[in-house]
T-cell receptor, first 115, second 109 residues
Framework: GAGVSQTPSNKVTEKGKYVELRCDPISGHTALYWYRQSLGQGPEFLIY????????DSGLPNDRFFAVRPEGSVSTLKIQRTERGDSAVYLC?????????????FGPGTRLTVT | AQSVTQPDIHITVSEGASLELRCNYS??????LFWYVQSPGQGLQLLLKYFSGDTLVQGIKGFEAEFKRSQSSFNLRKPSVHWSDAAEYFC???????FGTGTRLQVFP
């Protein structure tokens, strides 16, 4: 079946602009995670959803970052007033449910470049 | 807080040689541990996981890992590396995954 998909695959934007990154999870997966991977680093947790609600947003770096999942499926990560330090690969993952026994399946990521 | 450390940033091996990638964890209780692989242009893929029980865990693509509590380690091994194994490897702890910094594996023919 289809895996996790993310669009766009690449996004170049100017400093100060607003961007939206989209994640389509595997059908039926109730948990959805966002991570950020900077160059030469491992992915860092940003936020996860259980259904429509953000269960844990403790990894969001500041209030310029926001994510939604209005219908419990597709999620959008929104970044306002982008800064050059936001440049990274943003990864999305989904799992059947929340919990360590449920494998997270990752999408290919969106590479964000802020110029 | 849980954390994992991967001491080796970059490892180079010849095709057919054995491989061991190191991972050290910091956690008071019995940890849950994962190894992921990230190939160019592909998403992160789970190689194997340790929850409890047998300390030698078998994974996909011929990989295995051994949990050693005395050394706080969960090293990834493969007896004979193939050129297609060239990738970035990450050790992680759950549940909102906390990843190590990764080890880049390069394979020479």
């Amino acid at each position: 079946g289809a895996g996790v998909s993310q669009t766009p695959s690449n996004k170049v934007t100017e400093k100060g602009k607003y961007v939206e990154l989209r994640c389509d999870p595997i059908s039926g997966h109730t948990a959805l995670y966002w991570y950020r991977q900077s160059l030469g680093q491992g992915p860092e947790f940003l936020i996860y959803f259980q259904g429509t609600g953000a269960a844990d947003d403790s990894g969001l770096p500041n209030d310029r970052f926001f994510a939604v999942r209005p219908e419990g499926s597709v999620s959008t990560l929104k970044i306002q007033r982008t800064e050059r330090g936001d440049s990274a690969v943003y990864l999305c993952a989904s799992s059947l449910a929340v919990g360590i026994t449920y494998e997270q399946y990752f999408g290919p990521g969106t590479r964000l470049t802020v110029t | 807080a849980q954390s994992v450390t991967q001491p080796d940033i970059h490892i180079t091996v010849s095709e057919g040689a054995s491989l061991e990638l190191r991972c050290n964890y910091s956690y008071g209780a019995t940890p849950y541990l994962f190894w992921y692989v990230q190939s160019p242009g592909q998403g992160l893929q789970l190689l194997l996981k340790y929850f409890s029980g047998d300390t030698l865990v078998q994974g996909i693509k011929g990989f295995e890992a051994e949990f050693k509590r005395s050394q706080s380690s969960f090293n990834l091994r493969k007896p004979s590396v193939h050129w297609s194994d060239a990738a970035e490897y990450f050790c992680a702890v759950p549940d909102k995954l906390i990843f190590g910094t990764g080890t880049r594996l390069q394979v020479f023919p």
